[in-house]
């Protein structure tokens, strides 16, 4: 049977690009973030993704408040935006980046060597300040913070957009979050 | 009455002088499924407005297909055109959008505005010359209730042919050199943001993931260039559902598209009307439809001339004023 995923919406116009990535490998439900107080089945989900979306974390209360009260044994991804919430549900901030990198590819800097290298898709004006000691970093890109991994809860984080079409790889980091969560 | 003219395929124009008229002002969606559950096999013009809540169908009792060089007419109309903005404050809002653009609030929103002028010729005249001067793939004369569109597009927003749909947005424009728009990192990534955008709407409404079938290719218009890609997938949607989940267009919406239109409701001082919303035919299932840019509306005397372009953080408000005065095409335009 096909792992579910519950890919919770920021008003993005490329939650269901992110849908179509997933729903390789995934069952993909979608709800809003103003859904999410409401929503009750939370914990049936084998992943949670929270999307990218317009402006800061700090806009969106809800989805910041169900983050801190989640159960640290629920997977979640954050992508973007999602990313940005999860550095300042931990603890960390998030400042404006001059210039804003949008619609724009860089190239991945890891330890990893299939990860090393590879071209993926920007689309952001914020980056993350990452609070010490609590996430691993994976892969970064200008010295930024590009693919973050929580060192106690199951959070991972891509400020990178792994869905867009300039990602040159995108089966890449699928078969990544889908190893992590089956692990 | 006045005829109605809209593109059709390889070149050719529907002309049509025996039609019905439906309008709406209020639910779009409703009154579309209202019209196809009537009129399924007619042949038919559709026009909505850019914030969804005007359209209009043209229900055509008969037409015949025409070439555009058939109506094409060489009289002498030259109006001056005058730009319904400032300079000045057209750099203010650009400004201002890139201000939007650094907080994070969205990556790129279409900006536009108009000409103004006075003809005293018949609109369908004023048309027909107008044809010879914009090199126009998705042309259309439409005959409105209280003023005339007339509309020389160059981009497709959705062509459905059996389960097939495909989009073609256009972004990037010549400035210098053709070089200098192939090699532009803000004119790809002007275009590439657009792309993912349309990648999503069509996701949106097709099963298996939709694919990026061109990118980046040139379309010589004459008057200026731009580039182009072409998004396509598989949908057993109709017409209606598909616009309420597609509409309005990417391209001249923005990105993020909601916080966009939210931007462009408080940054344009008056609604775009049928500009920058669509125009195209519909009949059975298949339909083709454009963005309704590089259009003219035509209300007694008075003429406007819409036009815009797409701001991203690295717009220069000099340059995008070029552009707002390029997209004019052969006009004459006087400016300070």
Not at chain 1, 2 to 26: P, V
Not at chain 1, 32 to 56: A, C, Q, W, Y
Not at chain 1, 148 to 174: A, C, D, R
Not at chain 2, 255 to 273: D, M
Request: charged share 20%; proline share 5%.
């Amino acid at each position: 049977m096909k792992l579910t995923a519950l890919l919770i919406d920021h008003d993005d116009s490329f939650t269901q690009n992110i849908r179509s990535w997933l729903s390789k490998k995934l069952n993909v439900t979608i709800i809003n973030h103003t859904e999410i107080s409401e929503f009750k089945k939370i914990s049936e989900f084998d992943l949670i993704v929270m999307s990218p979306g317009p402006r800061s974390p700090q806009d969106y209360p809800h989805s910041l408040k169900f983050l801190s009260e989640l159960n640290h044994s629920q997977y979640v991804l954050g992508i973007c935006l999602g990313m940005q919430m999860m550095t300042v549900a931990c603890g960390g901030t998030v400042q404006t980046y001059t210039p804003p990198y949008h619609g724009k590819t860089s190239t991945l800097e890891s330890a990893d060597q299939k990860i090393n290298g590879q071209t993926v898709a920007r689309y952001h004006s914020i980056i993350c300040q990452l609070p010490e000691n609590q996430f691993e970093l994976i892969a970064t890109s200008d010295q930024l913070p590009m693919w973050i991994l929580h060192t106690e809860k199951n959070w991972m984080g891509m400020q990178f957009h792994p869905e867009s079409f300039l990602t040159v790889s995108p089966e890449i980091y699928l078969n990544a979050v889908l190893q992590w969560i089956s692990k | 009455m006045k005829p109605v003219v809209c593109f059709h395929q390889n070149q050719q124009l529907i002309y049509s002088d025996d039609y019905l008229v439906k309008s709406t002002f209020y639910n779009v969606t409703h009154f579309l499924e209202n019209i196809e559950n009537e009129y399924f096999e007619k042949m038919k013009i559709v026009q909505i407005d850019f914030e969804a809540t005007g359209a209009t169908v043209f229900i055509l009792n008969t037409y015949r297909l025409i070439s555009p060089s058939d109506i094409e007419s060489n009289e002498k109309i030259n109006p001056v055109f005058k730009p319904a903005i400032s300079k000045k404050l057209f750099s203010e809002k650009v400004l201002r959008i890139k201000n939007d653009i650094a907080a994070g609030r969205y990556y790129q929103v279409n900006f536009t505005s108009s000409f103004k002028s006075e003809i005293a010729e018949d609109s369908f005249l004023v048309f027909q010359k107008y044809l010879s001067v914009f090199k126009s793939e998705y042309s259309a004369f439409l005959p409105m209730q209280e003023f005339e569109i007339l509309c020389y597009s160059p981009e497709l927003f959705l062509e459905k042919t059996d389960a097939l749909i495909c989009t073609r947005p256009i972004k990037g424009t010549l400035t210098t050199s053709l070089n200098q728009l192939i090699a532009s990192p803000k004119e790809t990534a002007e275009l590439s943001m657009i792309v993912d955008l349309l990648r999503n709407d069509l996701n949106s409404i097709c099963e298996k993931p939709v694919t990026v079938t061109k990118h980046r290719e040139i379309l010589n218009l004459g008057y200026t260039q731009h580039t182009y890609s072409e998004i396509c997938g598989q949908t057993n949607l109709h017409l209606p559902e598909i616009l309420n989940t597609t509409f309005p267009g990417g391209s001249i919406s923005g990105c993020p598209k909601s916080e966009s239109l939210l931007a462009i409701s408080e940054i344009e001082n008056l609604p775009r009307g049928f500009y920058t919303g669509t125009i195209g035919w519909w009949k059975n299932n298949d339909f083709k439809l454009n963005i309704a840019i590089r259009s003219f509306k035509k209300e007694n005397t008075d003429i406007s001339y819409y036009a815009g372009c797409g701001i991203v953080y690295d717009s220069e408000p000099e340059f995008e004023w070029q552009e707002f005065l390029t997209k004019a095409g052969k006009l004459t335009i006087h400016h300070d």
